[in-house]
């Protein structure tokens, strides 16, 4: 994909905006579903950069959340204990990644 059209700008009553690379090439993303806006497209971004910064920093996988670009929270792939599990209704043998436990 080579250019992105998103679903409106920074705010629903502006127009579209565009996402492209300046040398044309081909975006290193893929929307799987819907069509995002400017803020869900900023939102992605600064998870990115927030899960690689966490994993450089500890050498564990992480999970990042943020809503109109401000972290709304930041997890690590660390094993769930027995009350997290209850918490999360995880079934007690129910096996998950170091991605899902995040």
């Not at 009553?13 to 799987?32: E, H, R, S």
């Amino acid at each position: 994909m080579k250019e992105l059209e998103l679903k409106y700008g920074c705010n629903p009553n502006q127009k579209p905006a565009c996402i492209y690379l300046a040398d044309g090439g081909d975006l290193p993303l893929t929307v799987l579903n819907g069509k995002p806006g400017y803020i869900n497209f900023m939102d992605a971004l600064n998870s990115w950069q927030l899960v690689s910064e966490l994993k450089a920093a500890t050498g564990q996988p992480a999970a990042a959340s943020f809503k109109h670009v401000s972290p709304a929270g930041a997890a690590l792939g660390l094993p769930l204990t027995e009350t997290d599990r209850k918490i999360y209704f995880v079934e007690e043998n129910a096996e998950l990644s170091p991605i899902a436990s995040a």
